[in-house]
């Protein structure tokens, strides 16, 4: 430890406020200390690894060296508050309020409607902000930059970009044709102009009601902050911390000295490595150095032959900097420059780049670095220095495999790195492939430089590093060395392969897998290199009118050169404008923007954890399992209960009622099933207490056989959840004997993990009188954990009080789940007898919770050759995980929905739920069918790549036609299905466009292109009567203002902005009368999760009768005074003691399902679909961009277009991550990998379709639902997969002109890695392969 001097004060300006921290712990990030210490939650937790963006603030410093206010977006979850000294922070709140001035991104995110759960929003809003503070008028391309770091799982991102767009300098709508007009508007005017009967609309907000952009009102750099950044006195600063100690010293020399003193601890800059290896890694220094303060690190210096970086520069300024020397040298100097510049466009997200520094990045030696590939294949010096004075060493192999010998010591600190220019003759490039194109950590990246002898195609020099293909990044010089000479043809590129792939070996077992997809990239990225070089060389040989023969690249082969644009999406959304008789009043069928979207974009929303600290408040951290399957030896308290302000542990002996099911304990007794299952739980004064002590829990285990982890295996050990269900009609066996072709093939969907921006989290405040308990919790159905909590107590459900002001998210993952978390965190407060908080950080989230259960299809389909299916056998297993939850329930869906939208006359559907050593799997978005859909849609496919015909033929030849019954025997009318399919076909121009994709196809060999339209018919609903039901409390007080409640959640889909439509229309009221407070047990008891579509349809049902109820009571009174108002009438009914409060009730839809005749009528309706996807892939790296999607739903009338788009939209992308993007990864032992959004990728802005039309079918009519309206929230999820077929659609493609079969194992996500495989070529044939039975891989795919 340093001598302890008296520690320094931290001052720095939060939204324009002074703070000063007198004991500032180094351990303590911003988001902590101002959600906790300030009090500001506006800045979101959602993953505290810098992957998702929740937190972004802003900070403003005064920069040294070019003497200006620099602001920067940075996720506070990463910034130890230390690092702040003279910084100005700007959070959400310091943006605007609703209280006192709305800022236009505010205003313009929530009114484009932006905003749904909301969770995200302040992180997009202050993303947003930062950018208009350096570019009050950015380009749209500095907008996707912007936001790329912040993730959003509700929206589909367009509506935020939407509102983005507002601000840039050119924003033309529907570029489609580019003229600034949309193709798709109809009619004269196409706009939205309320009050024209059947208008199509293509406007959901009105841009003229935004207020304009005035930079004046921003916050100004506080001018004592200016004054301290200008004073020469640069004192080091101390700040003592617990357990750590933070220095930061003012000048370099005092920085060299320190590091002398204390060689062991570590120089901080942006603190993005070092921050999360402390905390999740268990790295642990007692002492760091900051560099921050250092301006001679931030030097930048030109020289005629390269360019020196401080190594304190932020990657984001490295950008700009390199940018700026590319625009000023000859293109063969600035080689290095660009292909750095190419890859820091796509490292992590803005907000990470701000923060992360160019000698953090060297020193860290990632695995995946980015950048240290290019930078050692670009000749780059290290300028160390230290007390002794200063050296250079080469930025080589033995640096990057962190040799002793070429390591900096342990006194000297990396100053600046210099970079060479490149020169005439050479070529630098660099290559990256990840899971999705932006932030997302690299599978492989690659750097390659040759130099030419002057005049020639003979190798000089050549250079290649990888980075992902071992511990730390490859130099390939043995194999560069042998290429020495070499004139660069074919001949030289095939050794070159052979020799890298002999230099680069990974093993089959390398952390990370995807080995054979990586070893692929090793040499398909070299074929990259080779032709672009190639190129390169003919350019210059035309230059020097060189005679010299260089190799022919026929042009259908160079298009594996470009990357793919990132582009802003552009598109239409389109629906029916409502009756011209409508009052303006009745707001229902109108774009209302979300009741909460204002508040969001403020960060006033409170969401669960956003609830101020209650008196004697303790924290509570969960302790899990880390064995699959096993008997617990013991426990062993006592070490975490010696630590200091740990209360209690809370274990299954100290619950007073039931611990949860014979088969699904609430706190696991004597064994566990899974890893992740929960054991005991700390109760501690703090968070950071009770999470340090769970960690001191020691617990022995005795593995149990067997461990069951795969859908084979358990089908191997006959382990199921529940029995089989089927459904059968026609005589499927003997159709089989008709057919002219029979097809059986295999599907395999993975899971999926519902990432649901706001982590479970529940706050139980005990009270001293008769048990009773208010509950706080993050529920799709509080009275589901209100009846947990009672029966785990032992008390009676009228003492507890479930309330549920906003969820940051669901997607099904809150239906069941939330239920143990709040009986636990009870449990504990009972225990101790005081209120106990429980927030899951991402990572337990992800482990403990489960999610969509991934899917193993068979299938056999008989056809007749014209591609008329006759007779389909379908079996399903879904990996259920070690409890039953809702898988008996998701099988039932999965079957009852598998024949989607087919009329197939002999049809057989089994479906089993497989019981495995994993967590349990539960409810999510679709249940069920967006997996088994995928079984019925391949099949199709298979189909058609035997009639040779397309799938949509097939499609359409196979599609219900007329009024008929449904394999369960249900009627319904595909009128609205045929309609959508048709508009589908003809908005999307699918079959001018499929003609255009197959020239392109045709003239392209290393890209090939994907078409794809998929119909759905989706049921609506729980399929059991009891679920049917819903009610509603609506009181009117003396002043005439109505207070809504109901039995609906409000998880983002805007359930509560159309109850209050409804209610306003009901009685006749603007909206603004209307407040909707909470969802609370007390107020309406007994309610039904919000799930399965029907929340706003059942709910606005009982919301409509209780108004009515009320309307009713008040006739008599506006009978004798008609021109009276209703505030008139309310205190007449007052008077006359008439009552002011009514209950709603609805006495839901009939459902039942006979699964033993196979008969029933389990839906109430159906939302029918169609979506068009085009996609182009990349057959060398497996990428893909989505060029265009055109979607038409059946909404019915909708009761508020936005919000319904919304979901539409937000469930696409959702679904579009299921199926190409989103894999979770579990080890041989059964432990999820993917936990955090670095490892799991849900898709980011950049992964909405360059083109996105979405249209509500006009004229529609359901007498079913209320105001003929559907329920919207699910169904869109599985047209996601359109984009899944489109790639297997271009697949087919590559495989057909490499001659190969065209029918593959259907596997999603269509990963890149699974692209890239299956466009099997040279390169993929020239890997090794290893034999599965001699290594261990590091995860096993599940389904
Ligand atoms: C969410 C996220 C996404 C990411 N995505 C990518 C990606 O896609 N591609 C990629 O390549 N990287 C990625 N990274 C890694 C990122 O590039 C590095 O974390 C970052 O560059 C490290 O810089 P830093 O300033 O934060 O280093 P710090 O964390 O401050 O320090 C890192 C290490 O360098 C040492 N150090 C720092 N400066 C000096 C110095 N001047 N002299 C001596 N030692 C020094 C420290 O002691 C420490 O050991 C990502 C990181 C995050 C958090
Ligand atoms: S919470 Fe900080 S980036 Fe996710
Ligand atoms: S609105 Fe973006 S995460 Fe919910």
Redesign the pocket.
Known sequence: MPCPSRPSDLVFFVNGRKVIERNADPEVTLLTFLRKNLRLTGTKYACG???CGACTVMVSEHDPISKKIRHVSVTAC?VPICSLYGAAVTTVEGVGSIKTRLHPVQERIAKSHGTQCGFCTPGMVMSMYTLLRNHPQPSEEQLMEALGGNLCRCTGYRPILESGKTFCAESNGCQQNRTGKCCLDQGENGSSSPGRKNVLCTELFSKEEFQPLDPTQDLIFPPELLRMAENPEKPTLTFYGERVTWISPGTLKELLELKVRHPEA???????????AMKSQGHFYPILLS?ARISE?RMVTKTSDGLTIG??CS?AQVKDILVERISELPEEKTQTYRALVRHLQ????QQ?RN???L???V??R?C????NPILAVGNVTLNLISEDGARRTPLDEHFLAGLASAD?KPQ????SVYIPHSQKWEFVSAFRQ?QCQQN???DV?ASMRVLFREGTDTVEDLSIAYGGVGAAPIIARKSCQQLLGRRWNELMLDEACRLLLEEVRLMGSAPGGRVEFKRTLVVSFFFKFYLEVLQELKKLAKLCSDSRHHPEIADRFLSALQDFPVTVPQGVQMYQSVDSQQPLQDPVGRPIMHLSGLKHATGEAEFCDDIPMVDKELFMALVTSTRAHAKIISIDLSEALELPEVVDVITADDIPGTNGAEDDKLLAVDKVLCVGQIICAVVAETDVQATRAAGKIKITYEDLEPMVFTIEDAIKHNSFLCPEKKLEQGNVEKAFEKVDQIVEGEVHVGGQEHFYMETQRVLVIPKAEDKELDIHVSTQDPAHVQKTVSSTLNIPLNRITCHVKRVGGGFGGKVVRPAAFGAIAAVGAVKTGRPVRLVLDREDDMLITGGRHPLFGKYKVGFMNNGRIKALDVECYVNGGCTLDDSELVTEFLILKLENAYKIRNLRFRGRACMTNLPSNTAFRGFGFPQGTLVTEACITAVAAKCGLLPEQIREKNMYKTVDKTIYKQAFSPEALIRCWAECLDKSCFHSRRIQVDEFNKQNYWRKKGLAVIPMKFSVGFAATTFHQAAALVHVYTDGSVLVTHGGNELGQGIHTKMLQVASRELKIPMSYMHLCETNTATVPNTIATAASIGADVNGRAVQNACQVLLKRLEPIIKKNPDGSWKDWIGAAFEKRISLSATGYFRGYKAFMDWDKGEGDPFPYYVYGASCSEVEIDCLTGAHRKIRTDIVMDACCSLNPAIDIGQIEGSFIQGMGLYTTEELHYSPEGILLSRSP?EYKIPTVTDVPEVFNVSLLPSSQTPLTIYSSKGLGESGMFLGSSVFFAIADAVAAARRERDMAEDFTVTSPATPERVRMACADRFTEMIPRDDPKTFKPWSIPVA
């Open positions: 690894t810098g992957g990463l570590p120089v901080v800059l942006g603190s993005t490595s070092l921050g999360p560099a690190l190594a304190g990657l796509s490292l992590a997200g990470i923060l992360a520094s000698g953090g990045h020193i860290s990632h995946y670095s980015d950048l900096p000297e600190i990396l100053e990840a997302a950590l690299p990246t670095n």
